[in-house]
């Protein structure tokens, strides 16, 4: 079994990279892959789309790079292969994002990533640091994971799902903020797994071992 991580040039892959290695040699789930080639991604097990920035430069540098959003989508949604977004890799799955200017996103789980307003004025945007996750509905994501085990979080925008069925936990910061949205085979995570250590393992390993 291989695992794929989209490499398009937006950000620093080494720290996922190094987390998704450790949990798929713990768990015996084959190799992981950091990739940037169209044929190597339709050819994966399971498909890794990670995202550092803003949703409207992620969405550009992915499709400035030929085929490989393409490529992405023909394995999840036509092969249904298990599929995880990562921070703007989870807000890229929406149907539209308004971050700086209107960009589409990939329209795979309606909703719109719209900026953080907090009720309570004191509370700083970005969202930065550990949170509580609070969970919507039972997935095999969470196995081992309940209510109150934290997660890192470093964003300014959010996603309003539409329909409430396919957030799967929040968080609390002056409002409620998505942080896992998923049906089928697709998973997205708000939250940067790789750095929330044991509950960000744990929820890999489980990625790792899904079968939708």
Not at 94 to 114: H, N, S
Not at 147 to 159: L, Q
Not at 177 to 204: V, W, Y
């Amino acid at each position: 079994m291989t695992t794929a991580i989209v490499d398009y040039e937006s950000g620093n892959l080494h720290s996922a990279q190094k987390a998704f290695e450790r949990m798929a040699r713990e768990g015996g789930h084959g190799d992981v892959i950091v990739t940037s080639d169209p044929d190597a991604v339709r050819r994966a097990d399971r498909i890794v789309l990670p995202g550092d920035g803003a949703f409207p430069a992620c969405r550009d540098q992915l499709f400035d790079h030929s085929g490989l959003f393409e490529a992405t989508q023909e394995a999840v949604i036509a092969g249904g292969k298990p599929f995880l977004g990562i921070c703007i890799g989870m807000q890229m799955m929406a149907t539209r994002g308004l971050e700086y200017r209107e960009t589409a996103g990939f329209d795979w789980i309606k909703g719109t990533v719209e900026k953080i307003t907090p009720k309570d004025p004191a509370l700083k945007v970005p969202h930065m640091g550990w949170n509580d996750l609070i969970i919507d509905h039972p997935h095999p994501i969470f196995d081992g994971i309940k209510t109150g085990d934290h997660a890192y979080f470093v964003h300014s925008y959010h996603m309003h799902v539409a329909d409430t069925a396919e957030r799967l936990a929040y968080v609390d910061y002056g409002g409620d903020i998505t942080a896992m949205i998923g049906r089928d085979n697709m998973i997205g995570m708000q939250f940067h797994p790789e750095k929330s250590q044991k509950t960000g393992l744990r929820l890999i390993a489980n990625f790792l071992g899904w079968a939708p």
